[in-house]
């Protein structure tokens, strides 16, 4: 699941990284790339309430950790968030840090997230990934696809 807001530049990391895997990857049939924009939200309050759930989910979306370059793309294992990535890793200001951790620790689902170094929240519209962001883009499609068919 890409997540981000298309609109606000760099945020727009995560639905790139989503086309990008369509376009460009040969994903297996039992895989469904989504772009969910700013419902992830909504979109894991749904996968933890219900009785199917998938058994791993990927999540693809910008951050802001110190230490880190600008494009700079990492994972994030959930067992690694922290209270204060709980309270701050947002996903776009909702409750779905919490939910994820619980969709990983109660539900069994494998959760990995894909994370790239935002510098600053985005303060105008544009449409335009910068350049250190269009190059995080590949390499985040071929780390989902590395863990898609391993």
């Known amino acids: 699941m890409g997540c981000g807001n298309t609109l606000l530049g760099d945020d727009g990391f995560g639905p790139a990284v989503i086309e990008a895997l369509k376009k460009s990857y040969p994903l297996p049939e039992d895989v469904h790339a989504e772009d969910v924009g700013t419902s992830i939200g909504e979109v894991l ?13 990927i999540l693809v979306d910008t951050i802001m950790r110190e230490g880190r370059e600008h494009g700079e793309v990492f994972e994030v294992a959930v067992d690694d968030l922290s209270e204060r990535d709980l309270e701050g890793y947002s996903l776009h ?20 997230i ?15 990934l910068s350049e250190k962001m269009r190059k995080a883009v590949s390499v985040a499609a071929q780390m989902v696809y590395d863990l898609v068919i391993s």
């Open 45 to 57: 309050f749904d996968i933890a309430m219900s009785e199917k759930r998938p058994t791993h989910i």
């Open 93 to 112: 200001h909702s409750p779905s840090s919490n939910l994820l951790k619980d969709i990983h620790d109660l539900c069994g689902v494998r959760v990995n």
């Open 114 to 128: 894909i994370a790239a170094q935002m510098p600053y929240s985005p303060e105008r519209l544009t449409m335009n």
